[in-house]
């Protein structure tokens, strides 16, 4: 299996073209949902916890929640539009009958959808700033993080989608997969206060990785750590996209 | 070119254990409109998948424009319009955005997409309905759209999935004008269809299949004379009657076929009545011409139930 520049950007455009005509709804929630939820827990918890570690409530989940925005926004769209689009409106039949294979299909999409979270991880961003974050040169970065990040979760969401048979199964994956990887990566609350054994296995979650790059990026660069962080979401990313293509090249072509 | 547009020799392929395509064998010259014939299930819809490189064969060989499949699937597919089975437009878009997203799709280069689009429009006689949203459109409009979508890349070779299944009868004579004139011009078109008349209307030269492979191969009225003669004899009796005949005229080599209450005992030229006890005040009998479903009836064992 090798990429097609051509067929990924012609499924590219097919998006792009899609959204022109979609992007209001489309946007919309992808922007209100995580301002809310920085309101609900910067104010609720901020009334009750200050700070972590020297830096102010509002600005720890206001950093927390652009990684948690690249998260739902790639992941999800990732299995329930891949599924959609798979299964009820046949696009994929479509574009497989034109000179696209299925990992440009796979590629594309996740390429899209990460684009696409990189920009919606600016809105929460934005709102901390309202509520006193400071500008930072570093914060440039996260569109970049936001990228990387949202290419890997896009691949997983596809990935399931590509082992899904109904939209049931989806349920599972919410409350085993999706919940835990959103909660226990320092998004609303610091690791430091968990069993070890739990702090371990959240290094392994990406969105860890992408929260503490999202953090430094916006109160001080760690360069050693943070090339660390950088290559463990490249390898995610790699590594999700190529499972990701294995698994809905067999679902496409029988 | 001088080879088959299109070429399956001993083509298998399996789904579990359902041998869905079983030793298929067939040709298309460059420049034909040929039927693929046979009733559900008969592996028309897997050939087509295997066609456009969405199914991979168990064994056998394939090629389109003497590209080989699956290895060279992907250069087939450039040269090749396919119309599928299941509408999937994008509904979000316009009507004029549905096709131009295929042009780019296609690898037709930016500069010539505005024409290609024009001429796809064209064709579907959609050119009034460019900025209409696709969700507007009446189900012969989208079937339009999906054929013009097919050709936006001026495709050497078409597909057609059952182009006309549950369209209602002025829109599928509507469609049948529109590929009678894509065969005129010179597109090679491979078209599966459960409609008899369809086939008998619009292809050069008819595939029926069964059971995964081609039972019967040629120009229809040919295939009528060799398989069931030039008339039939629709008997209308008792059961127990049609029964004594169906087996007096099976004892004598003739095809026969039930259509609801009556039986056709086919080749009737070369029989009277009496020959296969058709006698008696109880019994009805007409002769009318034999027709491709006869055949197709004869063949494949369906009772052209659903056949329109």
Known sequence: ?254 | MTGPAISLRGVVKTFGERRAVDGLDLDIAPGTCVGLLGPNGAGKSTTMKMLTGQAIADSGTLSVLGLELPRQSKLARARMGVVPQDDNLDEDLTVGQAVEVFAALYRVPRSERPEAVDKALAIATLQDRRRDSVKELSGGMRRRLLIGRALVHSPEVLLLDEPTVGLDPQVRSELWGLISRLRDEGVTILMSTHYIEEAERLADDVAVMALGRVVARGVPSELVAKHVGSEALEVHAPASRLADITARAVAAGLPTRRTGASLSVLRAETFSPIDVGATGPEVGLRRRAAVLEDVFVVLTGDTGEEVA
């Open chain 1, 1 to 254: 299996m090798r990429v097609d520049r051509s067929a990924v950007g012609g499924v590219l455009l097919r998006n792009y073209v899609v959204f022109l005509r979609t992007w209001r709804s489309n946007t919309v929630i992808s922007v209100v949902d995580p301002v809310i939820s920085l309101l609900a827990f910067g104010f609720g918890f901020g009334a009750l916890v200050a700070k972590v570690g020297n830096i102010d409530y509002v600005e720890y989940v206001g950093t927390g929640i652009v990684a948690q925005t690249v998260l739902f926004t790639t992941i999800f769209p990732g299995m329930f539009e891949t599924f959609f689009k798979r299964d009820y409106q046949h696009t994929y039949d479509g574009l497989l009958a034109a000179p696209v294979d299925a990992i440009d299909v796979v590629t594309a999409e996740a390429l899209w959808l990460a684009a696409k979270a990189s920009v919606f991880g600016l809105a929460p961003l934005t709102v901390a700033m309202v509520f006193g974050l400071d500008p930072a040169a570093g914060m440039l970065l996260i569109p970049l993080i936001g990228l990387v990040t949202g290419f890997g979760f896009a691949c997983v969401g596809i990935f399931i989608a590509a082992l899904a048979s109904s939209f049931a199964a989806f349920d599972y994956v919410i409350s085993m997969l999706v919940t835990p990887l959103f909660l226990f990566a320092g998004t609303f609350f610091p690791l430091q206060g968990l069993p070890d054994w739990v702090r371990l296995v959240a290094h392994l979650n990406p969105l860890f990785h992408t929260v503490e790059l999202i953090r430094h990026a916006a109160f001080g660069l760690q360069p050693l750590t943070d090339l660390g962080h950088a290559v463990f979401l490249a390898g995610f990313g790699v590594l999700a996209w190529a499972v990701a293509s294995r698994r809905m090249q067999k679902r496409l072509v029988a």
